[in-house]
């Protein structure tokens, strides 16, 4: 299941960070370098981001229950939304504050402390050191990701996907890895032109750079809670799967929603033959459904209702709701 293996890439990509934020915040403490405190809780944040994709992961497991009769598999949803605010907050318009703050000091002609201290290779040392480490992470997300974007591109995966983890991984590595390129530039930068601003606009990089992706992530996952049909393709296998069943002329309308990354719910009304009994528009329902579910796997809550067209010239599919995310 793509959540097992979305688990095992937010468990690498927590691993990492939490190593790399200390890292950062020593040598912020040595320095005093204010990209390296951006970049400190920038990890620190994915750290909580990652901890929250793993209680969504868990709640998600929760058996439903009558007050939530389709159980909780948009849990994972929300806590992929949690995600971008976090980001959003913690990472981005800290980073701004920071270099804000740093800025005010460098007007103010106040000594940089990362040009006097005697640790000035320290940032440089603990950067690279989290590139090779934030790139062994990616490296396990990409894998984890492959059997599931298929021949599609990275981007249209991020997109498209209807799991959560990996996309949110993906997204937060890359992030990462160009916060530290930032950071890197801004800090190398200082050391080697003895001017503090250097480290100010490297802030400022990090920041404007976690906001965008904070700003994509919300978008995503918005619209995955408020509720996405499935994927054409997936549609495309219950309409084929209910129109080949014997007894059923035709689907009247259908509508499909995904009530968690790995669950659809069907509701549809079809065509029966006229002159059919009750129990023999019972047994084909019952027979739609079986194929239907023997077709996708995806298929959870399912809602038949039989029905005679009002025109008998009327063969098209109408209110079909085939919405994927490639539309948000």
């Known amino acids: 299941m793509a959540h097992s293996s979305g688990t095992k890439a937010v468990v690498a990509a927590m691993s990492a960070n939490l190593a790399i934020a200390v890292m950062k915040l ?18 620190f944040a994915d750290c909580a981001n990652q901890v929250l994709l793993l209680l969504g992961g868990r709640s998600a497991q929760k058996q439903a229950t009558p007050l939530h009769p389709f159980g909780y598999g948009r849990a994972r949803y929300l806590s992929a939304f949690l995600v971008s605010i976090i980001l959003f907050s913690m990472g981005g318009l800290f980073a701004l504050y920071e270099a804000y703050h740093k800025l005010e000091e460098v007007r103010a002609g106040h000594p940089n402390e990362l040009l006097n201290s005697s640790w000035w290779w320290v940032p440089l040392a603990v950067l690279g050191g989290a590139i090779i480490a934030e790139s062994l992470s990616l490296r396990t997300a990409v894998i984890e990701s492959r059997p599931h974007k298929g021949s599609t591109s990275w981007a249209r995966f991020i997109k498209s996907s209807k799991s959560p983890e990996l996309p949110v991984i993906l997204l937060e590595d890359i992030a990462a890895l160009l916060g530290l390129v930032f950071a890197l530039i801004g800090v190398g930068m200082t050391i080697i032109t003895k001017w503090a601003g250097w480290d100010v606009i490297g802030t400022v990089a990090i920041g404007i750079l976690l906001i965008c992706v904070a700003v994509v992530l919300a978008a995503e996952t918005r619209s995955l809670l408020i509720g996405e049909a499935a994927s054409d393709e997936e549609i495309e296998k219950i309409t084929t799967a209910m129109t080949g069943t014997a007894g059923i002329q035709s689907i009247i309308h259908m509508k499909t929603i995904h009530l968690g990354p790995e669950e659809v719910l069907v509701a549809a009304k079809v065509e029966v033959d006229a002159d059919a009994t009750a129990k023999e528009v019972a047994e084909i329902l019952n027979s739609a459904e079986a194929a239907v579910r023997q077709s996708s796997a995806v298929v959870g809550p399912m809602y038949l209702e039989p029905d005679l067209r009002r025109d008998e010239g009327d063969t098209s599919v109408s209110e079909e709701v085939s919405t994927t995310s490639d539309e948000h």
């Open 26 to 43: 020593v040598a912020f403490l040595l320095t005093r370098a204010s990209s390296m405190l951006a970049e400190a809780i920038h990890s």
